[in-house]
């Protein structure tokens, strides 16, 4: 692997020296860039014989299990391995490249090591799913945003190669989500099972996604009607009327945690983008639109501030927040041909490579690179894998 890792480092470095490190000149640089990042991580986040991950580089094993079911277990059990959530960043990352070149090796490493893996974290509590912690543990909590970014990997797999046991999957999975819902405050699903409390958008906004991926992936009209549904009620409840963007949750209160994270917009960007797609209702487009353009002013500087470049840079976030988001960019520019907002994306990805990366490999996540902690964790790696592979094909 390190041997791959040196000869693709040096196929980069080549290139771009080559041409003169411009942003949108030559694609495959984006997709060796992925290829390179995943190498590191399985290098730096592996367990040895075993298909699981560590949560932080480097591993701390003195950390401790959280999100058990019972919060006292987590005083006495230390954290061996990653929890679900980072872990099925690495198959969102392999899925991206996957669908960036359909090549059968890659769709192996997904068998032979990222659902075996996988397999780990799956809970047979009625209906199953996938719980945030291995098996193996204490019971632990089951989040339905956890499962719902599984789910949409699976559709994204079963599209990709028509292997049906895919599909099957994603099924099992929406049974699972749409047990999450109920009456209270008209619809909306939970943030996670033990604590129903609030209704997130981290767990609606993707729900829309890939209720509406079921639907491309099956033609069944029931799934595209309770997309529309949820995509409306999630408009109605945590949309800002002022800007478009979205806001994090609703206590069964009523009350609204008007936080704005990149992700939570970036996925009612892709939903509206992917409502247009099937319907061809022109308002979901044009709300798509306004969402992407509040978007580009919220989540990123002003061109010039904080950086050097004539670029807006990115204001720090988690990674994995700003990949998804980037996966409502990419929706919409497949939409409308708008290529702004994807090469202010190519030019912060650019940017990454050169100045966010240590001597590992590894990314830290402050756009400013000001601070550069010695622990990363998983889920910002395998973000990174996502984004290369979503650009290099554009």
């Known amino acids: 692997m390190q041997k791959r890792l ?5 196929l980069i470095f080549t290139v771009l020296f080559a041409q003169g490190q411009t942003v949108e000149s030559d694609p495959q640089t984006f997709k060796d860039m992925a290829a390179v990042t995943l190498d590191s991580i399985y290098v730096h986040y592996g367990v040895p014989d075993e298909s699981l991950l560590r949560e932080t580089y480097p591993f701390d094993a003195s950390h401790k299990a959280t999100y058990l079911a019972e919060e006292s277990q987590g005083d006495q059990r230390p954290n061996q391995y990653s929890y679900l959530w980072p872990f099925s960043g690495s198959l969102s990352a392999q899925v991206a490249r996957y669908e960036m070149e359909n090549a059968p ?3 192996e490493q997904i068998e032979q090591r990222v659902l075996p893996g996988l397999n780990a974290y799956y809970d047979k509590r009625v209906p199953h799913g996938y719980a945030s912690y291995i098996q193996s543990a204490p019971q632990s909590d089951r989040f339905y945003d956890d499962n719902v970014w599984l789910g949409i990997d699976f559709t994204d797999l079963y599209i990709q190669s028509g ?4 599909l099957t999957k994603a099924k099992e999975i929406w049974e699972f989500v749409a047990s999450g819902m109920d009456a209270k405050l008209g619809g909306g699903i939970y943030w996670y099972e033990q604590h129903k409390t609030s ?13 509406v991926k079921l639907h491309q992936a099956t033609n069944e009209t029931d799934y595209l009607t309770q997309a529309i549904a949820l995509y409306e009620w999630t408009k109605t409840h945590l949309r800002d009327p002022e800007d478009g963007l979205y806001w994090d949750n609703i206590k069964l209160d009523g009350q609204v945690d008007e936080r704005k994270y990149p992700y939570n917009s970036g996925q009612m960007l892709q939903a509206a983008t992917l409502l247009y797609q099937v ?6 487009l044009e709300e798509a639109q306004e969402i992407a353009e509040s978007g580009h ?4 500087y002003p061109p010039g501030e904080h950086h050097s470049g004539d670029f807006r840079l990115l204001k720090n976030s988690d990674l994995w927040f700003i990949a998804v988001m980037l996966r409502g960019y990419v929706e919409l520019y497949n939409q409308d041909g708008n290529a702004a907002y994807l090469n202010t994306f190519r030019d912060n990805l650019q940017y990454a490579w050169h100045n966010l990366r240590d001597t590992d490999g590894l ?3 402050d756009w400013k690179n000001q601070s550069r902690p010695a622990k990363k964790w998983l889920l910002d790696q395998c973000a990174m894998v996502e984004m290369y592979a979503r650009i290099a094909v554009l």
């Open 199 to 211: 209704k997130n958008t981290c767990s609606n906004a993707p729900g829309v996604v890939f209720l």
């Open 297 to 300: 002013n919220f989540f990123f």
């Open 363 to 365: 990314f830290h996540k």
């Open 105 to 107: 090796d890659i769709l």
């Open 163 to 166: 292997n049906q046991k895919y």
């Open 279 to 284: 319907t061809g209702e022109d308002k979901y």
């Open 6 to 10: 040196h000869s693709i480092l040096g």
